[in-house]
């Protein structure tokens, strides 16, 4: 089934914020989703993400940031994203039924969902599933960025692919020398878009398929 949705949110300039709302006919858990910073909910890369973890089970709730929502290019506020993910994961637990609640999301999303699962209204969340971490920008390692990422009490599952310019595979190893519960799991070829090379990969599995397999793995052995 899936659901377009108009979320109330409490950020300013912005009072409702659209969602999209996809599950299977039984599932498993339910993801809060956030996109990434130079597109919105819509676009293939978020579909085929909610598309492959529909197929194993995992029900997603996308939605938009409130700058993306205006048709704005500046992103907002981590307070703002943080605010946003609390309301739409409100919207979420009426749809899980009971089930695990999740955050995560693609880049920009999945840094906002890491940074909003520290809100004491959100200590309900199960898990976080991050589709390509940025890390640091192009050609920057850094690690500044996952500093708060100690902070995280529940268990996290970073999908990054091996070509990821932004998460470098050093980089994000060091990152989370001192995070409790982190897996890391490279995608073969995968850039930070999850682009592959298919000449390269041509025998190996989809990579929203391998992702999404890995992803579902990840909560039967963290028992979510």
């Not at 969602?19 to 956030?34: K, Q």
């Not at 492959?52 to 992103?75: D, I, Q």
Request: hydrophobic share 45%; with cysteine.
């Amino acid at each position: 089934m899936s659901e377009a949705l108009s979320i109330p949110v409490d950020v300013g300039d912005v009072e409702l914020v659209s969602a999209v709302f996809d599950a299977p006919a039984e599932s498993r858990a339910l993801i809060v989703l956030g996109h990434g910073a130079g597109a919105g909910m819509n676009h293939g890369h978020m579909a085929s993400i909610t598309a492959a973890l529909n197929e194993r089970g995992v029900a997603v709730l996308r939605f938009h940031f409130p700058y993306m929502e205006l048709g704005k290019n500046r992103t907002d506020r981590v307070e703002v994203c943080s605010a946003v993910y609390a309301a739409v994961a409100e919207a979420g637990r009426t749809r899980a039924r009971g089930k695990p609640l999740l955050l995560g999301g693609h880049s920009f999303g999945g840094r906002m969902a890491s940074h909003a699962v520290l809100e004491p209204s959100l200590s309900d969340v199960a898990g976080l599933v991050f589709f390509s971490f940025p890390l640091h920008m192009p050609g920057k390692p850094s690690i500044k960025r996952a500093a708060h990422l100690p902070d995280v009490t529940q268990p996290m599952l970073f999908l990054s692919g091996t070509r990821d310019n932004m998460a470098e595979e050093d980089q994000l190893a060091a990152a989370l020398e001192n995070v409790g519960e982190a897996t890391v799991h490279r995608l073969f070829t995968g850039d930070h878009s999850f682009k592959i090379l298919k000449r390269t990969r041509k025998d190996a599995e989809d990579i929203y398929v391998e992702a999404a397999r890995v992803a579902a793995e990840w909560l039967d052995a963290k028992g979510i």
